[in-house]
């Protein structure tokens, strides 16, 4: 079955520096999406993305956070200045139509020290 | 908004029992409907889904949810438990209405089945 991927699994950072988490999401699918979970409990919507722009956004995802698709295959999501409450499992997925299920990626756990 | 809830936390079920996973949602039309497992350190995957049609629905290792419009749940069921299914089990919602792709997911049951 196709699969979304992502890099790094881990990431640890300090508190106020840039990190980009990346996504290749499944070739021919048009949605893609950002999810976080803390601690393994509750899976939040960041935000969702189709035809080069964002979609729809969460409250958490404020200015400090951003997403691109800089190329045909790389969907990435950056965190400007990073918090200690930032500190979670990024997930990505994508989806070939709205509807549809989401594929998911096996997430980046980001540190934020 | 749209949102989904799951009252329960924990639920334990013996090997060979039948189990249920409860979920209800809230959206403004009607709904999509899914379901996701997901194993220790792993994405997501996907179970199951409601779009339309037979309020049954049935989906991948045996599991089924019924969607009950009047009570606005769409609980999971399965109807002999495996040790193999020990997992955190997500319900997930999609309002109909709108131009967001916003899937919103309960706060998740971790399913214990014991040998």
């Known amino acids: 079955e196709p699969e979304v991927t992502q890099t790094p699994s881990h990431q640890v950072t300090q508190m106020g520096q840039e990190v980009i988490l990346r996504c290749v999401p499944i070739?021919?699918?048009?949605?893609f999406y950002w999810y976080r979970q803390i601690l393994g409990q509750k899976v939040e919507f960041l935000v969702s993305?189709?035809?080069?722009?964002?979609?729809?956004k969460s409250e958490i995802f404020d200015d400090q956070f951003s997403v691109e698709r800089p190329d045909g295959s790389n969907f990435t999501l950056k965190i400007r200045s990073t918090k200690l409450e930032d500190s979670a499992m990024y997930f990505c997925?994508?989806?070939?139509?709205?509807?549809?299920?989401?594929?998911f990626g096996s997430g980046t756990q980001l540190s934020v020290l | 908004a749209q949102s989904v809830a799951q009252p329960e936390d924990q639920v334990n079920v013996a090997e060979g029992n039948p189990l249920t996973v409860k979920c209800t949602y809230s959206?403004?039309?009607?709904?999509?409907l899914f379901w996701y497992v997901q194993y220790p350190n792993r994405g997501l995957q996907f179970l199951l889904k409601?779009?339309?049609?037979?309020?049954l629905v049935k989906g991948s290792y045996g599991f089924e949810a019924e969607f009950n419009k009047s009570q606005t749940s769409f609980h999971l069921k399965k109807p002999s438990a495996l040790v193999s299914d020990s997992a955190l089990y997500f319900c997930?919602?999609?309002?109909?209405?709108?131009?967001?792709?916003?899937?919103?997911f309960g706060a998740g049951t971790r399913l214990f089945v014991k040998a």
């Open positions: 997930a919602v999609r309002d109909r209405r709108g131009g967001g792709f916003k899937t919103i």
């Open positions: 997925a994508s989806s070939s139509t709205p509807t549809e299920k989401l594929f």
């Open positions: 070739s021919n699918h048009l949605y």
């Open positions: 993305f189709y035809n080069n722009e964002i979609s729809e």
């Open positions: 959206v403004s039309g009607n709904p999509y």
């Open positions: 409601y779009i339309t049609g037979d309020n």
